[in-house]
Structure formats: C-alpha cells, structure tokens
C-alpha cells in the first residue's frame, strides 16, 4: 500500500510541489538565520578563541567582556603568576588604534599586542609568513580582510608598510585570524611593541593570559586567583561565553534574528502543515474507499505517515543543499567569513521539519481515524 | 430455504442515531433475507434507509438492535480487526462516486483489494490487468480514471469488487451517475458477472430504470421494508431494455408508484 500512498502524493503535482518547496523555503530560512546569527553572536569573541595556548583570562574586576577593557597594572602579572597552581602567566594588550596605509587610507584596527618572549596570544593560522618574523623591528602581523582592504587588488605578501601613531608597521605576515564582531583589521604585535603602535598610556596591561599547571582544574585556578589579586578569572570558554551574552543582553541582533527565525518557523509550520491537512481531507473519500474495502486503520496511518516523511524529507533535503550551497559560496566573501553552516543546526532543523510534518500528519491522520468508512455511501 | 442458501439474514434489525430528543431511527425493524444466487435490490425514496441497511450489512455501522447474519457471521460479534478482516476476504463494494483512487491506473485501482490483503504489486496488478480483460476493458488498463468515461470508471469499480471472488457484493447506486444507456450496460455486466451460484448481490438504487435485473426488491421508507417482490425476474413485472430507455432517469417517482401499486 505504500506504493499506492505514494502515487497518491505525487499525484496532485502543483500540492506535491508546493508542499516541498514550503519545508525546502523554510529549512532554508531557518538554517540561514540561524547559522548567521550564531556566526555574527561569536564573532565578539574571535579573539579569545584565537588565544589556544592560554586557558585562563585575567581581567579588571568590572571587565564584562573583550571588547571594553580597563587596562590592569603591570604589577598585576607577577601577582598572578604568584598564585597556586599557575603553571604560566604572560601578558596581553588588546585595543584598538588607526592604522594609514600607503594610499592614505585609514581604519580603526584591533591591536593585540603578544608577549615578547613566548609569542602567546599570537595567531596560529599564518597565510603568508611566521609569528616568529614578529621579531623584527616594527614588526606586525595583518590578517588577510586587514591587507585587502589597505592593499586592494594585491597579492598576499610581507613586507609592506603600514604607519600608527606615525610609526612605521612594517607587515611581516599574513594572518587568518577570525572576524571580529566590528569587522576591523586585527593586528598582531609584541607586547612591548604596542606601546608604540597605540600612543602614550600609562597602562598596557589589558589582560594576563595564564596556563593551570598539570592536574590542577581551571575553574579552581580561577578561584584562586580571583581570592588572591582581587581580579576577575574566567576560562576561555567562560569569556567566549562572556563575550557572546554581553551582545545579546545589549543589542537588537538576537530580535532581529530572532523574528526572521519565528516567521521561518510559523511559515514552516503552518504552509506545509495546513497543506498536507488538506491534502488528506481531499483525499478523505479515497481514505474512506480505502478503509471500506478492509485496508486497516494501522495500514492508513503507515500511508500517510510515508507520505508526510516524503515531503518533509524531500524539502528538507532541498533546503539544506540549498542552504549549503549559500554557505559554500560565501565563505570565502570576506564580510561573511567565518560565518558557517553548524551541523548542529543541519540537525536541529530536521528535528524541526520532523516536528511540523509529523503535527500535520497528527492532525491529519485523526481526521481519517475518525473517518466512519460509511461515508463513502454518501453520494 | 435451507438456511445455507441465505446469504444475509436480518431479524428486526435497527438502527438509531443521535440521542435523546435528537434521536434518528434510520431503521426500524428489518426482517429480510437475501439469498446466494440473487440479486437484490433495495429501493426507496431519499432517507428511507436503504444505504443505513446497507452500511449495516456490511459493517460499516453497528446495528442498535436484532439479530444480523451475514455470510454466516455476526459482525455484532466481530472485533473491528476481525470486521476489517472479514470485508477485505468476503465483501465486494461498487460505490455511487467509483471512488477510484485518481493517482492509479485502471489495473493498479482493480489491484488495491488484493494489495490490501497482502499480495505483491506486481502481482495484483497483472491479476487487476487480467480482470479487466474479462470485463472488456483490457484496453483501458493503464488509463487513469480522469481518462475513463463515466461508464468505463464504473465498470473498473466493479472488476475492484470482484477481483478478490467476494461472496457478497454490494453497489450503492451503480448507475446514478450515468446516463440511462450506459447504466443498463453496467448493469448488464453486472448481473453477467457477479450473480453466481455462490455469491449475492445487494444493490441500493433509488433507478427505476435497472429493477427489472433484481431477483428480489426490497421497498424500504421510512426505515422499513414496505414491499418484498420475489422472483421477480420471472414475474409480470419484467422489462425489456427498450422500455429502460424510455423511462424517466433516475427519479423516486418510480419507485414510490411501485411501493403504491
């Protein structure tokens, strides 16, 4: 009978592709909003994910995220790197400055300025040169959306010049640090470089990036350190998550986002659902037929549960391969880069879809349950 | 008549809807019997019953009260898996609308019994194809049914009703959507192919046009069995096919004269 729920679906072409097309549109919808969202809400901590060498992150007290920072004083490292069960502590700057380029173009840039010895917080996915040519004089290392915009139309290569604070930046590499929420250059220096990149400020000191030593849990370092310096301790994890809720509480994103994903799912929800219901309540005499003739009830529901797979299968496959294809071809587009497709929300999605069809068919499959098979004698 | 003869046996059967002051009595004590062999019809005006019996004898609704047999079980008795088990084996239906299932070819429609039961696709369907065949609709197999004239979709009903050899088969109003030529040719291959030895046949009709094809008419009104004409095929009352033609179309008239005469 599978054969015959089947043929009854694809029957009515312009339903059938509707229907599709209904669940393809909005897995779509849902899978694009969804992972742009998610790719947008983590840019603010790009830079803490790009730190992997450090677990732990030391601020000032009233630090609430990355991107707005109350610089510590220099004493402050020596202060961490005191406590129990700090295997390291180095330091970090984290600010921002302008850069000129050559043409005279200028931008606000994100500065990290790396610790001089250990080269910690330095970018690990190098294009173009090594974090060690961080050495020389003047050094800095640009990320790739920083060099195309200051270099447009150039091939990527060292050795070009950029002036801060009308000191020479001399490029030495080519980094893919990943996008930053403000879309801004990000340049890596050393520490002590930095200084001279961003003006005359009484304190650099933005972060100290520590390392728990062997055995001793990172939650419980923090404590320490906390109990300690009197200064605030969050793991990496904890400060990408910092980072992430302080632009969902303080901006209109997650509204905006999340209205587009409402109406993805009440168009989801309600097109595919209300036209597979009538497509059964049309097909209701044939149901009937069907159940007259001794098909059982277990039998009817097994049809049009196939039927709702097949159509929820068959959009949901479509949406995602178009929602692939959208993320395939941008992800190379410098302002969408980074921005991903999650397999979370691939998965996410089909639960979703699996939800929809399988209400409409509920609801469908009540009324032929229902159905008293007499009706087919009713002309 | 020995009672193996009878094919359906209803001793004051009714049937009631709704309750309170809200009650319907559809039927009210019917006593009939139809027996293997024939062909019988149940005639009457709109709401007097006759599609309520029938839905009844098929199980399709319960029965409020009395005693019903049918092919020697009491679908009273019979749990819905069993009723459902027993329909699919015993019961052959030609409905008013064919309800044919449009997505399907004429073969694939006649197959949808067998499928139900069970048998391979494949199978039912070249079975549906041969069915067809002897029916003279060999040649419209794999049609869809908006390719069918009227008649053509009703004779496909009928190879479904009979494809699986049901001991009853029952139509309601074969031949009300169709014109009177075309109901009289359907009704012609009825009476050839599904009246036999081992088998009954119950028609509701309310077409004056096809009584003379029943062996026995059942005059129902108001939940009654009013007349029982026996025999018929054999008595004064026997029509030739030029006088069908010539008749009013499918009107109550007629049969409400007969149930007066």
Same mark, same amino acid.
Request: proline share 4%.
């Given at each position: 009978m599978?054969f015959?729920?089947?043929?009854?679906l694809?029957?009515?072409r312009a339903?059938?592709f509707?229907?599709?097309?209904?669940?393809a549109?909005a897995?779509?919808l849902?899978a694009?909003?969804?992972s +742009?969202f998610?790719?947008?809400?983590t840019?603010?901590?790009?830079?803490?994910?790009?730190?992997?060498d450090?677990d732990i992150?030391?601020?000032?007290?009233?630090?609430?995220?990355?991107?707005e920072?109350?610089?510590?004083?220099d004493?402050?490292?020596?202060?961490?790197?005191?406590?129990?069960?700090v295997?390291?502590?180095v330091?970090?700057?984290?600010?921002?400055g302008?850069?000129?380029?050559?043409d005279?173009?200028?931008?606000?840039?994100i500065?990290?300025?790396?610790?001089?010895?250990?080269?910690?917080?330095?970018?690990?996915?190098?294009? &173009?040169?090594s +974090?060690?040519?961080l050495d020389?004089?003047d050094?800095?290392?640009i990320?790739?959306?920083?060099f195309?915009?200051?270099?447009p139309?150039?091939?990527?290569?060292a050795g070009k010049t950029?002036?801060?604070n009308?000191r020479?930046?001399l490029?030495?590499?080519?980094?893919d640090?990943?996008?930053p929420?403000?879309s801004?250059?990000?340049l890596?220096?050393?520490?002590s470089?930095?200084l001279?990149f &961003?003006?005359?400020e009484?304190?650099?000191?933005?972060?100290?990036?520590?390392?728990?030593?062997?055995?001793?849990?990172?939650?419980?370092v923090?404590?320490r +350190?906390?109990?300690?310096t009197?200064l605030?301790a969050r793991?990496?994890?904890?400060?990408s998550?910092?980072a992430f809720?302080?632009?969902f509480?303080?901006?209109?994103i997650?509204?905006?986002?999340?209205?587009?994903?409402?109406?993805?799912?009440?168009?989801?929800?309600?097109?595919?659902?209300?036209?597979?219901?009538?497509?059964?309540?049309?097909?209701?005499k044939q149901?009937g037929?069907?159940?007259a003739?001794g098909?059982?009830?277990?039998?009817?529901?097994?049809?049009?549960?196939?039927?709702?797979?097949? &159509?929820?299968?068959s959009?949901y496959?479509?949406?995602?391969?178009i929602?692939?294809a959208?993320?395939?071809?941008?992800?190379?587009?410098?302002p969408?880069?980074? +921005?991903?497709f999650?397999?979370?929300?691939?998965?996410?999605?089909?639960?979703?879809?699996?939800?929809v069809?399988?209400?409409a068919?509920?609801i469908s499959?009540?009324?032929?349950l229902v159905l008293?098979?007499?009706?087919?004698?009713r002309? | 008549m020995?009672t193996?003869a009878?094919?359906?046996?209803?001793?004051?059967v009714?049937k009631?809807?709704?309750?309170?002051?809200?009650?319907?009595?559809?039927?009210?004590?019917?006593?009939?019997?139809?027996?293997?062999?024939e062909?019988?019809m149940l005639v009457g005006?709109s709401g007097?019953?006759?599609t309520?019996?029938l839905?009844?004898?098929?199980?399709l609704?319960?029965a409020s009260?009395?005693e019903l047999?049918?092919?020697?079980r009491?679908?009273?008795r019979?749990?819905?898996e069993e009723?459902?088990l027993?329909?699919?084996?015993?019961?052959?239906?030609v409905?008013?609308?064919f309800?044919?299932?449009p997505a399907l070819t004429?073969?694939?429609n006649?197959?949808v019994p067998m499928?139900?039961?069970?048998?391979?696709?494949?199978?039912?369907?070249a079975?549906?194809?041969?069915?067809l065949?002897?029916?003279g609709?060999?040649?419209r197999?794999?049609?869809?049914?908006?390719e069918?004239s009227?008649?053509e979709?009703?004779r496909?009903a009928?190879a479904r009703a009979?494809?699986?050899?049901p001991?009853?088969v029952?139509?309601?109003?074969?031949t009300?959507?169709l014109?009177g030529?075309?109901g009289?040719?359907v009704m012609?291959l009825?009476?050839?192919?599904?009246?036999?030895?081992?088998?009954?046949?119950?028609?509701?009709t309310h077409?004056?046009?096809?009584?003379?094809?029943?062996?026995q008419?059942?005059?129902?009104?108001d939940?009654?069995?009013?007349?029982?004409?026996?025999n018929r095929?054999?008595?004064p009352?026997t029509?030739?096919?030029?006088?069908y033609?010539a008749a009013?179309a499918?009107?109550?008239?007629?049969a409400?004269q007969?149930?007066?005469?």
């Open positions: 599978n015959v729920a089947l043929r009854m694809v029957a009515d339903k059938y509707s229907l599709i097309f209904a669940i549109f897995s779509f849902l694009n909003q969804i +742009i998610i790719g947008i809400m840019r603010p901590s790009s830079q803490i994910r790009d730190v992997v450090a992150w030391v601020m000032d007290p009233q630090t609430l995220y990355s991107d920072v109350y610089a510590l004083r004493y402050d490292l020596y202060r961490v790197r005191s406590v129990p069960g295997e390291w502590a330091p970090l700057y984290k600010g921002t302008r850069a000129k380029g050559e005279g173009r200028f931008r606000t840039v500065l990290m300025g790396v610790d001089d010895a250990t080269l910690v917080g330095a970018p690990r996915k190098m294009l &173009v040169g +974090i060690y040519d020389q004089p050094a800095a290392i990320d790739k959306a920083g195309l915009y200051f270099f139309g150039e091939p990527l290569q950029l002036q801060m009308e020479r930046v490029i030495v590499g080519i980094s640090a990943s996008a929420f403000q801004f250059p990000v890596h220096t050393r520490y470089q930095a001279g &961003v003006g005359r009484r304190n650099l000191l933005s972060f100290v990036l520590a390392k728990p030593a062997a055995g001793v849990p990172m939650g419980k923090c404590e +350190i906390e109990a300690t009197g605030r793991t990496t994890a904890q400060f998550l910092d809720l302080f632009y509480r303080n901006t209109g997650p509204v905006n986002f999340g209205i587009t994903v409402v109406i993805a799912l009440i168009v989801g929800t309600v097109i595919p659902g209300q036209t597979f219901y009538i497509f059964t309540v049309e097909n209701l149901f037929a069907l159940k003739i098909v059982t009830n277990r039998r009817i529901v097994g049809m049009i549960l196939l039927q709702a797979l097949v &159509v929820g299968g959009g496959a479509l949406g995602m391969g929602s692939a959208f993320f395939a071809r941008t992800l190379n587009y410098m969408t880069r980074g +921005i991903i999650p397999w979370q929300v691939m998965l996410g999605i089909g639960v979703v879809v699996l939800l069809v399988g209400l068919s509920l499959i009540r009324r032929v008293e098979p007499a009706v087919v004698f002309g | 020995a193996d009878i094919a359906v046996l209803s001793r004051n009714t009631v809807f709704g309750r309170g002051d809200n009650q319907v009595h559809a039927l009210r004590g019917i006593d009939l019997e139809i027996r293997f062999g062909l019988t005006p007097s019953g006759k309520t019996l839905s009844v004898i098929t199980g609704l319960d009260s009395g047999v049918v092919l020697g009491r679908p009273d019979l749990s819905q009723l459902i027993f329909r699919r084996e015993n019961l052959g239906f409905f008013q609308q309800n044919l299932i004429a073969a694939e006649v197959a499928m139900a039961a069970g048998v391979k696709r494949q199978q039912a369907v079975r549906g194809e041969e069915f065949g002897t029916l609709m060999a040649h197999a794999h049609a869809l049914p908006s069918l009227g008649g979709q009703q496909v009928l009979l494809v699986h050899q001991k009853l029952v139509c309601d109003e074969p009300s959507a014109d030529r075309t009289h040719a012609e009825l009476s050839a192919t599904a009246v036999r030895p081992d088998r009954a046949v119950i028609i509701v077409d004056s046009r096809i009584f003379d094809f029943a062996d008419i059942a005059h129902m009104d939940g009654r069995i009013t007349a029982l004409e026996e095929k054999n008595g009352l029509k030739s096919a030029a006088v033609e009013p499918q009107t109550d008239l007629g409400s007969m149930i007066g005469g």
